[in-house]
């Protein structure tokens, strides 16, 4: 219990996360890009913000919630998707007051589902966010999409598809309710109990079930494409319009409903083709309803989730090797007296800019050595009693055997140089 994290949970192992961080980098050059700027959330909000936000008819909210009540006996929830809390903020601190669109991402946030874990879903996964707030155009859906399919495609990502739909809006969507219940009616004795909930509370999620036999069931379900009112086929016409202007290929997929309450009109998923089946890597949609719902504003917005530990995971899959920097860039060794030497060479090295270490842990000059191959320094510095005496230090590569003496004021300069 002690060393074991909980389930669902995965640490990111210092030798890991350079893998983070180099996405982490790829995805706030993209971000910016687009004019997009971060914005830093709470990890917990209060949980009727979700109830409102997310809607209590979904999943999420019905049984995945991290819910808890705190001291002050206030009812808080850890963040199960981050478009809710992003919507609190830019309403608490009137960001709507500023010219629009107001755009802004959100990178690394922590996303508590109590989800079963398996391949792909954890309990507290990653997600890099992105909300656009103020702009109604379909141009709005169409950049975030691209955004989303130039950066994974950009990381190398294979087999990358998109899937677009439109889920209409409160005008057009009860005609379809009606319709998909009619459809949904005579099959509901097969569903699953879950869809059989759904069908009660929100049919549309029926389309959304994991369960094969569901599926099969909805196969041919009314499409909510031939329902849409004139202003949401106008705006997804547009939408493809601006793909097919960037050349991107997409499917039209109308079973996309995705799995929160909030959307309106365009609905979208960047998925793979993995040995396991189709995985979504990216996902999300416009939601023009829920600044209002949550606030006074009437704004619409558009956004997109994307899952760290998919993408990597994905990564894995189509063996895509990331950069990783070394530890170090020189590794100092020393003869037992010359610790203190070597101690400040290890300063001044870090002063020029070098990522340089000693040893810490009392090892003999042999153990040094083999202690700095093993951190995969290409470079090691030697003071031993000769180079103490002349004040210099000898630089070793380790993998050309290649060696140099020089002055210590001189040795930044000679490392830049035999490092390249
Ligand atoms: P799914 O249909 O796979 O359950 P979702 O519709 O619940 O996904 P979103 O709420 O749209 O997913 O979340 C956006 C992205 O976050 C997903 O596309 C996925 O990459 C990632 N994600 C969602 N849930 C998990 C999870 N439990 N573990 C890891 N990543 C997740
Ligand atoms: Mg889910």
């Not at 975030?144 to 950009?154: K, N, V």
């Not at 599926?215 to 601006?242: I, N, V």
């Not at 995985?279 to 606030?295: E, H, K, P, S």
């Amino acid at each position: 219990m002690l060393t074991q994290a909980p389930r669902g949970t995965k640490d990111v192992l210092p030798a890991e996360s350079y893998r983070w961080q180099f996405l982490e980098k790829k995805m706030r050059e993209a971000a910016a890009l687009a004019g997009y700027r971060e914005v830093r959330t709470p990890v917990f909000e209060h949980t009727e913000l979700f109830l409102r936000g997310v809607g209590d008819t979904t999943d999420i909210v019905q049984k995945e919630m991290y819910t808890f009540r705190d001291k002050g006996d206030r009812s808080i929830t850890l963040k199960p998707e981050g478009t809710a809390g992003a919507v609190r903020c830019f309403l608490e601190h009137n960001l709507y007051a500023d010219a629009l669109p107001c755009k802004m991402y959100y990178l690394n946030a922590p996303i508590f589902r109590y989800e079963n874990p398996q391949s792909g879903r954890l309990r507290e996964h990653h997600q890099f966010g992105l909300e656009c707030f103020g702009a109604k155009e379909a141009t709005a859906d169409a950049e975030l999409i691209l955004l989303a399919y130039r950066l994974l495609q950009d990381l190398g990502i294979k087999n990358l598809s998109v899937e677009i739909n439109s889920i209409g809006c409160p005008s057009c969507r009860p005609v379809y309710h009606t319709r998909l219940k009619e459809y949904l009616g005579g099959k509901l004795s097969q569903m699953c109990e879950t869809c059989r909930e759904r069908f009660e509370r929100n049919p549309l999620r029926v389309l959304d079930c994991k369960e094969k036999k569901c599926q099969e069931l909805t196969k041919d379900a009314p499409s909510m494409l031939d329902l849409l009112c004139d202003e949401c086929r106008g705006h997804f016409d547009q939408l493809k319009s601006c793909l097919e202007q960037a050349g991107i290929p997409y499917r039209v997929n109308s079973r996309i409903v995705r799995g929160l309450d909030y959307y309106t009109k365009t609905v979208f998923e960047l998925v793979t083709e993995t040995k396991d089946g189709k995985l979504t890597v990216c996902g999300g949609g416009r939601y023009d309803n829920l600044v209002g719902q949550i606030g006074e504003q009437d704004i619409p917005a558009v956004g997109f989730g994307m899952g760290l530990e998919r993408v990597l995971m994905l990564l894995d899959a189509d063996g895509i090797v990331l950069p990783k920097p070394p530890q170090y860039d020189v590794f100092v060794t020393f003869m037992g007296a010359h610790g203190l030497r070597a101690f400040a060479l290890v300063q001044q090295l870090r002063a020029g800019g070098i990522r340089a270490d000693l040893d810490h842990c009392g090892r003999s000059l042999k153990a040094q050595f083999k202690y700095a191959n093993k951190t995969g320094a290409p470079l090691t510095a030697v003071i031993g009693d000769e180079e103490a005496a002349g004040g210099t230090v000898k630089l070793k590569n380790m993998a050309g055997g290649e060696e140099r003496t020089v002055p210590v004021s001189e040795v930044c300069g000679a490392v830049r140089n035999m490092i390249g």
